[in-house]
């Protein structure tokens, strides 16, 4: 593969490895001295009230970052319950915090939740955005004055341009400075990834540095709280240290900063007190677990026990708490949780057992048992990795799986060794996880599932890790071939060997099961046959632009069953649906996902083109950003007539037509093969006299074989064909359209409104309840400072484009048959990939880039 085809992702992976990989090389020179025992000690000497204040500052950390969120809905002016937000705000952050990448990473959980109760997606777009420069505002500010008063000073083993942090001290609060000058005199707005923000005025600005410093402070209090009282050191210089630590551990993209913020923690702390480095690793392990496991699995256990009350008399109340999104937000969660559980038990077999526990287990099991239940630990460990994936993705054999694999890590870690602590985590994460059955609805094999570059990265992360601590740990034990088969109570480092080997076999296993497996096929036009099977599908489907498949220049993907399909167009890496699955509601969620899986094994992008709301988030469990193209114009038919003041003009464009001799007829799809040379011949000219040549993908083309497939609606004047237009039938008698509509140069003037009228009529009269007029491209986009670039341009287009299209004009002609006007979006990968795919989609329209500079 050249080097321009490689992904972003894929080198940030690589980095990340790297990075992690320098980590722990660091922790491994500066512990040379240690051993495994001093940290242990340490947590046997953690007094409680240490503990209890480390506590107490998470709590009061997590309280600030809700403050984010409020700010930045009283910034752009919404009004939502604080515990509303505290509730969106804790699932969020607990989530992100833990991988390390605070506040985008949990912005699919915050936005979904926030989407429930009623703000849109410019809205949810404008509080994270506010959210994540009040992030950075805190550090800046605080940081600042940290390396200001107690500058720490930079280890020469970095390589930086500076012996000391004063000089960035100082220009931070210069950067805070201007902050606050600006929104005493910044008028205009700054513009972000084509997000256009307003700089807040003064109060609201001191309230964001306020906020962010607190919630900064609050997080480095509990390190510091948890620090033995022997290490002298003062607060305002542990802030710096744990400032641009933490800082290393967000720029390196580690999940969590594992190992970064580690290393750099010890190379920049003083070691005064004897066993200093070993003390700060442990303290650090306990900041962990305070201050990211707990409030995860609190926010997991909640989730899940919104489930089991679900059901009950209360159901109503919480649904409204939720929004009716818990279900976007529950996997997500449950799928970081099981993670953790794995982690947790590879942590465990790779680290020495209490020997008291194991004397006193001596007594119940016999050794054998105690043996296999540890080489069994690490193996669900390794097990609980991967089927996190599958969780992830909604997958109903991982979440079996994955209920099996809990309880027996539950089992298995008292069998081992009494490791209640690690027993009582695990049955947390399976509480959690049990009532949650019903998000987990795909039956796909958990074999046929790609593992994307970050899920990858994430499990070669704790399996490194893992080997590194067990060698740590047991770096006093003399390594040799018969240490391999020592059984022994006390035996811990050959358990260790024989459990991570496994574990490593396992996983190595599973890596070359995916890289082995048989490439993706390349996507070919659809046969006949296929296509005859889609016509089948579409004739049941109620929306109509299910006959798009019939033009055969797209892809058609089918479900297992064969009762629902995609349809979907290439061009270079974008991957284009046209819409969403057509077929039965209940197999259009597992198709999006399959349509996801067969892109990611082709290493493109996934795009969903003309979409409605109604399944927005699916496309967004998928990652992929919503951009709205427009309203689609659908006329309600019961009742349809053109009497009424209302349709004054209508009806004397019908009744003109009509008494120029214009007629109307429906000509069912076997009658239209001996009218073919008259209607191909109107279409040619009607080319020829537009000076356009075809479209396709979204739009319908002259093709024979095509227009055989469907009614046509056509009008005559004095018996010969003037206009036609190929009819598309939805099923359930929805709604009806039309694909193709072509008339002759001399055509009746209004014969266009009159074949409308006609069509709207005959499909009243055939029980039809809705007649699609199709999408007014760019229309409703908003023009606000605040919208989003592509909706300002779009806007913009739809405003002042006259020259190259008659956008306004559509609009205004769809209008005068009074429709109901429903948004269209895309659902694509955001950032750079957005105007590629947005040109890709322009050339499969345009059957080729040639076509999109063409008429």
Known sequence: ???????????????????????????????????????????????????????AFTALSYLALTCYDALALRYI???????????????????????????????????????????????????????????????????????????????????????????????????????????????????????EFSVPRPP?????????????????????????????????????IFLFAQVAGLLSHVPGGLGVFESMMVLLMPPEPPRGEADLLAAMVAFRGVYYLLPLLIAAVSLGAHE???????????????????????????????????????????????????????????????????????????????LAIGLQRRLDAAYQLTLVMLGGGIVLSLAKGLDWEEALILSLMLAALAPCHRYFYRKTSLTSEPFTPGWSVAIIIVILGTLWLGFFAYKHVDYSRELWWRFSLFGNAPRFLRASVAAVAVALGVALRHLLRPAAPEPEPPTEEEIDHAARIAAASPRTYAYLALLGDKELLFN???????????????????????GPEKERAELVWKFRELVDRHDGWTCFYQVSERMLHLYVDLGLTLIKLGEEARVPLTGFTIEGRNRKKLRHAWRRAGEEGCTFEVIPAEEIPALMPDIERISDDWLRTKNTREKGFSLGFFDQGY????????????GRIVAFANLWPGGEQ?????????????????????????????????????FNLGMAPFAGLEARSIAPMWSRLGSMVYRHGEHFYNFQGLRAYKDKFDPVWEPRYLACPGGLAFPLVLADIAALIGRGFRGVVAK
């Not at 609050?218 to 003062?234: E, G, K, M, R």
């Open 308 to 386: 089991v009350v679900r059901r009950r008399e209360q159901v109503g109340k919480i649904a409204r708490i939720f929004g009716g999104r818990a279900p976007d937000v529950v996997p997500q969660i449950l799928a970081v949780t099981t993670f953790l559980g794995g982690a947790i038990l590879l942590i465990s077999g790779a680290t020495p057992e209490v020997h008291s526990r194991l004397s006193w287990l001596n007594d119940i099991l016999p050794l054998p048992i105690i043996e296999f239940s540890h080489f069994l630990g690490s193996l669900a460990g390794v097990a609980l990795l991967f």
């Open 77 to 195: 002016g919404k009004r939502i319950h604080y515990w509303k937000v505290a509730l969106a705000s804790f699932a969020g952050y607990a989530f992100s915090n833990t991988l390390g990448l605070p506040l985008f990473t949990g912005t699919p959980l915050r936005a979904r939740l926030y989407s429930g109760w009623g703000m849109t997606a410019i809205d949810i777009t404008r509080v994270v955005l506010f959210s994540y420069i009040t992030f950075w505002l805190g550090f800046i500010g605080l940081s600042g004055a940290a390396f200001l008063l107690e500058p720490i000073a930079v280890p020469a083993l970095l390589h930086l341009p500076m012996a000391s942090a004063r000089p960035v001290g100082i220009l931070f609060l210069s950067l805070i400075a201007a902050f606050l000058v600006a929104s005493f005199v910044r008028k205009r707005p700054f513009v972000f990834k084509g997000l």
């Open 734 to 770: 929805e709604e009806i359209s039309i694909d193709l509509m072509r008339h002759v140069v001399d055509a009746p003037l209004g014969v266009m409104d009159y074949l409308f009228i006609e069509l709207m009529l005959y499909g009243s009269q055939q029980g039809y309840r809705w």
């Open 707 to 718: 227009l055989k497939r469907l009614p046509l609606a056509l009008v005559r004047k004095e």
């Open 1 to 55: 593969m050249k080097l321009k085809d490689i992904q972003l992702s894929k080198l940030t992976s690589l980095l990340s490895l790297f990075f992690f990989g320098l980590a722990l090389w660091l922790l491994r020179r500066e512990l040379a001295g240690f051993r495994y025992k001093d940290i242990i000690l340490f947590f046997h000497n953690l007094p409680a009230h240490r503990v209890t204040m480390a506590l």
């Open 560 to 582: 297992e069953t064969g009762t629902a399909y995609v349809m979907f167009g290439v061009e270079r890496r974008s991957w284009v649906s046209m819409g969403g699955p057509v």
């Open 204 to 240: 609201m600005a001191a309230a964001q540095i306020a906020v962010a410093s607190l919630d900064w402070a609050f997080a480095a209090t509990v390190l510091y709280a948890l620090l033995p009282s022997s290490w002298h050191i003062t607060y305002v210089h542990f802030l710096g």
